[in-house]
T-cell receptor, first 110, second 115 residues
Framework: DAGVTQSPTHLIKTRGQQVTLRCSPK?????VSWYQQALGQGPQFIFQ???????QRGNFPDRFSGHQFPNYSSELNVNALLLGDSALYLC?????????FGPGTRLTVL | AQSVTQPDIHITVSEGASLELRCNYS??????LFWYVQSPGQGLQLLLK??????LVQGIKGFEAEFKRSQSSFNLRKPSVHWSDAAEYFC?????????????FGGGTRVLVKP
């Protein structure tokens, strides 16, 4: 079992650009959540996808959007990047019980 | 709204000594509580979780945590720390046991281990 996988590992973008991050959940998991972890802080919940629909959303602007595919994999899209979007983006998958986290994608916005 | 406070930003402990990390939560109903560990540049690994039942929970790597409802606390302990325990530790609370878990995290405690 590969666990939760994320791609890419690192990404550098400039302000105003758009970015897409990808996540494959742990085998058998049908729910995917995304978190943003700024340097030195705890992760912050962005949103959660289940059955290809956004089920819950945290306090993030509409520039953050996502998608879940029939195979349960997911994408996180961020438009009009700001310097403050620089962070580690974590994907977590679950079926029931505790979420399992991937290694994250480190996004740097210059 | 639920919230989690980890009062200690940094803790330094000698190898072989005991470790206790504090976690206080605010939540109106019965919380579901978690401890995760994060090594530098890595994702989060689940150490243990509390859903219901026995308030003393055993986890991986020799960690345990105790849920105290009267104190709104869920402190993490380890009797004897190894150098490999140096990492950042996060306490989290969720409102649902099922797949709809939305975790609210504390700010983390960074543990340094002295030889």
């Amino acid at each position: 079992d590969a666990g939760v996988t994320q791609s890419p590992t690192h990404l550098i973008k400039t302000r105003g650009q758009q970015v897409t991050l990808r996540c494959s959940p742990k085998s058998g998991h049908d729910t995917v959540s995304w978190y943003q972890q700024a340097l030195g802080q705890g992760p912050q919940f962005i949103f959660q996808y289940y059955e290809e629909e956004e089920r819950q959303r945290g306090n993030f602007p509409d520039r953050f959007s996502g998608h879940q595919f029939p195979n349960y994999s997911s994408e996180l899209n961020v438009n009009a990047l700001l310097l403050g979007d620089s962070a580690l983006y974590l994907c977590a998958s679950s079926l029931a019980g505790a979420p399992f986290f991937g290694p994250g994608t480190r996004l740097t916005v210059l | 709204a639920q919230s989690v406070t980890q009062p200690d930003i940094h803790i330094t402990v000698s190898e072989g000594a005991s470790l206790e990390l504090r976690c206080n939560y605010s939540y109106g109903a019965t919380p579901y509580l978690f401890w995760y560990v994060q090594s530098p540049g890595q994702g989060l690994q689940l150490l243990l979780k509390y859903f219901s039942g026995d308030t003393l929970v055993q986890g991986i790597k020799g960690f345990e945590a105790e849920f105290k409802r009267s104190q709104s606390s869920f402190n993490l302990r380890k009797p004897s720390v190894h150098w490999s325990d140096a990492a950042e530790y996060f306490c989290a609370v969720a409102s649902l046991k099922a797949a709809g878990n939305k975790l609210t995290f504390g700010g983390g405690t960074r543990v340094l281990v002295k030889p």
